[in-house]
């Protein structure tokens, strides 16, 4: 199974984006799975329901701190944004709201999360954006 594949399912298992994506390189990164659900718990909904950026690309810029402490302020920027160009390039954007309306789902920013149902997974594009970032992630971590 592929971390995309992992990470997808860690959606459908009830985790947001971020946590997903983060909980799929856990054995790379060097913290509990505790403290990074804890970590990426604020940032699902595009930053606490905000609708901002994606809670997969959220997940992906923490990692890359995590998995690349040595680097730089200006590599790790460098590497963030070259990450944040290949989301945009296959999914149009890297903004929650963005994606959401694109995918014809009203971007809802009130602070109450929506009950995971069956209706909620099958109407949302979020399982496979989760899936593009952590294998966008992925790729990158391999070059």
């Known amino acids: 199974m592929t971390r995309g594949e992992q990470a997808k399912n860690y959606f459908l298992q009830g985790y ?22 804890a970590v990426g718990l604020p940032m699902g909904g595009g930053m606490g329901r905000l609708r901002q950026t994606c809670g997969g690309v959220t997940g992906a810029v923490l990692c890359f701190g995590l998995l690349f402490p040595q680097k730089s302020k200006n590599e790790t920027y460098a590497l963030v944004q070259e990450f944040a160009k290949r989301f945009q390039e296959k999914n149009g ?23 995971r149902t ?8 979020c399982p ?11 790729e990158m971590i391999g070059e």
């Open 16 to 37: 947001n984006c971020t946590q997903a994506v983060l909980l799929a390189f856990s054995d790379l990164l060097g913290v509990d799975e505790a403290t990074l659900k």
């Open 93 to 115: 954007s890297i903004n929650c709201g963005e994606l959401l309306s694109g995918a014809g789902v009203k971007a809802d920013t009130s602070p109450m999360a929506e009950a």
């Open 118 to 125: 069956p209706a909620y997974y099958k109407k949302r594009p």
């Open 128 to 138: 496979e954006l989760i899936r593009d970032a952590a294998d966008i992630l992925e």
